[in-house]
């Protein structure tokens, strides 16, 4: 930790809803010196966010900065005008967002993006820019740096553009980084690289970062103290070890607690059922000449969780397109209870596009901000069933009961819940069709433990009660260890486990396997450096 000034000052913070008025963030301070991190933990809408993005002087649509002052080296940043804020987003303070796919311009060549910011600003010619540009792909260790910026978005992967991001980001040299949620989208094997990425950066040019996350492990890597926030309030702040070894608030303890437990704990198991409700044989599938998935085989039975875990672009998700009929594979078959299942979407039946749905990662983008819950639960209601308006109201009361929401909530729209009543919501949309199989993609990664713990305990019970089978698209594993009976790893489009999850987390593990669960943070802040000591050893032993 650098000593020195401050080079971001925040007192007496507060936000408003700039309708009705209600508090969002109520009388935060911090303070942030060169070459220190700062963790920001907390619930869904516990106003981490909100205070990274206000620290840019910025302030979400039908959100305003009702009071407090923002200094960014020295200067107020609210007596600003727009372009004098302007001036500062980028050039002094820099944001990583959570989503790098999203916040890329597809139209636009990454090096032309990451040069963007140092050019408005007038730091460097275009040519100073580019050399400076390649000089941060090489730190980021991006595969070809001195020709990768000539790459679009869609031809690099997560990982690759989570760092494409982090190298816009220090474009300007920024001396203050907003990492929003910068890992929570990676897989374990890319997110501890970036982790270390994002911290040789910070030691290397000594800046100084807000790191928002709900992963107490993760934060413990990097940050130097931590700030617990709920309910747009602070709980409590401390140096890392301290938190998380002796937090002294309650709901500090639970935080802690709940991401402990995740990492020891086997949760009891619903009763499986002997019959295969979907079978993959031998199947392959290609983008256009490239091949993504080879040859993969595996079974879902009734009652039965079955976790799909792998890198980014391990193909997961791809398996998880070819199940729903959006990725016809180009060999191999696919039978569901019993009989085959036609390829492609368009030539399934309303019945077999009922009984496989889908659970999307993001609820934010799954649902429709203009629609009620009525409207989002009781389309598919009616769409399978063709009932009246009166039979589609009570059925999405009862789905909403089934969900643990309140029947009041028909009403409200989705920028009216927290992110995990959303998630409630698109397992209840999935839930009105009266599935067999629902295809799970990262249901928990953009919740906070406690959150993401009821939903697991949702789901746990759901399938208690209805028999439902699930395929779990996940790279979390301590929620394959919690929910899945059996567990399938991929690697480059190739099955190279499938088993029980007890026996895959116990060993002899397959050395991808092994790297996958070696790669799991945990709650301890010399972790991260432990394994660069490791892999130090092992580059001089070799």
Not at 11 to 30: H, K, P, Q, T
Not at 33 to 55: F, H, N, P, Y
Not at 204 to 219: C, F, N, Q, R, W
Not at 293 to 319: F, M, N
């Amino acid at each position: 930790m650098n000593d020195g000034k401050y080079v971001l000052r925040i007192n007496n913070l507060r936000l408003e809803a700039a309708i009705g008025g209600a508090v969002i963030v109520d009388s935060i301070d911090l303070n942030l010196r060169a070459g220190e991190v700062l963790g920001l933990i907390g619930e869904s809408g516990a106003g981490k966010s909100t205070i990274g993005l206000a620290s840019m002087g910025y302030a979400r649509a039908g959100v305003h900065i009702a009071g407090g002052s923002i200094e960014v080296d020295g200067v107020e940043v609210r007596a600003l005008d727009a372009d004098g804020r302007r001036n500062v987003r980028g050039r002094r303070i820099a944001y990583v967002a959570q989503s790098a796919s999203a916040a890329f311009n597809p139209a636009h060549t990454i090096m032309d993006q990451v040069c963007e910011a140092p050019l408005i600003h007038g730091l460097m010619t275009r040519t100073e820019a580019q050399a400076w540009a390649r000089h941060l792909f090489k730190s980021l260790d991006l595969p070809e740096p001195e020709t990768f910026g000539a790459r679009y978005p869609h031809q690099a992967s997560g990982g690759q553009l989570q760092r494409a991001m982090a190298a816009m980001a220090m474009s300007c040299r920024p001396a203050i980084l907003v990492l929003d949620e910068p890992t929570t989208a990676l897989d374990v094997t890319t997110q501890i690289e970036v982790l270390i990425l994002l911290k040789s950066l910070i030691r290397e040019y000594k800046t100084a970062a807000l790191y928002i996350t709900h992963d107490l492990a993760v934060v413990a890597q990097v940050a130097d103290r931590i700030k617990v926030l709920r309910h747009g309030k602070e709980v409590e702040e401390g140096l890392v070890d301290a938190v998380l070894q002796a937090p002294t608030q309650d709901y500090t303890s639970k935080l802690v607690a709940v991401r402990g437990a995740a990492a020891h704990e086997r949760a009891v198991q619903s009763t499986v059922k002997s019959d295969t409700i979907l079978k993959i044989e031998h199947v392959d599938a290609s983008y256009g000449t490239f091949k993504v998935v080879s040859d993969v085989s595996l079974d879902v039975r009734r009652g039965e969780t079955v976790a799909v875990v792998g890198e980014s672009g391990s193909g997961k998700s791809t398996l998880a397109r070819i199940v729903t009929g959006l990725l016809p594979p180009t060999a191999g078959t696919i039978t569901f209870k019993g009989q085959a299942l036609p390829k492609a979407l368009k030539d399934r039946s309303k019945v077999l596009k009922r009984t496989i749905q889908l659970v999307y990662q993001i609820p934010d983008v799954a649902l429709n901000p203009r629609h009620t819950l009525r409207e989002t639960i009781g389309r598919p209601v009616s769409f399978y069933f063709g009932l009246g308006s009166a039979e589609v109201t009570r059925r999405t009361q009862e789905l909403l009961d089934l969900v643990e929401l309140p029947q009041a909530f028909m009403t409200r729209r989705p920028s009216e819940l927290s992110g995990g009543q959303k998630q409630r919501v698109c397992i209840a949309r999935a839930l009105a069709a009266k599935p067999d199989l629902i295809i799970l993609d990262e249901p928990t990664s953009a919740l906070d433990p406690l959150v993401a713990e009821e939903i697991l305990k949702l789901l746990r019970r759901l399938q208690d009660e209805l028999s439902l089978s699930y395929v779990l698209i996940t790279h979390d594993l301590d929620v394959v260890h919690r929910i899945a009976h059996r567990t399938a790893v991929m690697l480059k489009g190739s099955l190279v486990a499938f088993g029980e999850t007890d026996r895959i987390f116990q060993g002899p593990y397959h050395p991808y396997t092994e790297k996958l669960i070696t790669a799991v943070p945990v709650m301890r802040s010399d972790w991260l450096d432990g394994v660069l000591a490791k892999r130090a050893a092992a580059h001089l032993g070799a």
